[in-house]
């Protein structure tokens, strides 16, 4: 997909939200940090419950880090020229794929494993 209107829009989009992706790592970095455990002014329960909160911020962080790698190698992509092509089979992606998805690196076809 050669960079036109619609390459535009999408990269756009991307942009818009790998900002988004950012700024959500940044503002949960302190639910993410270490548990203390003062027993003198928390109790069990509290530090349980803590380390919980803590360990569902940091898959969290692992997913929203794995989505900005996705997002970042559709603007390489975008950038090479190559963005809105299949990364195993090379053909087109469907348009509507890539409005669901505007980092989708494959094809329908691909992505359910029939390539």
Do not use: H, W
């Not at 829009?9 to 991307?14: C, D």
């Not at 003062?38 to 329960?45: I, M």
């Amino acid at each position: 997909m050669a960079k036109d209107e619609t390459s535009t829009a999408f990269e756009k989009a991307l942009r818009a939200e790998l900002d988004e992706l950012r700024a959500q790592s940044e503002t949960s970095a302190q639910s993410r940090a270490t548990v203390t455990l003062d027993q003198q002014s928390v109790g069990r329960l509290s530090r349980m419950d803590a380390m919980q909160a803590q360990a569902m911020a940091q898959a969290t962080e692992r997913r929203r880090l794995a989505r900005i790698k996705q997002v970042e190698a559709a603007l390489k992509r975008i950038e090479d020229g190559e963005y809105g092509y299949c990364l195993t089979c090379g053909e087109e992606i469907e348009a509507k794929r890539l409005a669901t998805d505007p980092a989708a690196p494959l094809c329908i076809g691909c992505s359910r494993g029939g390539n």
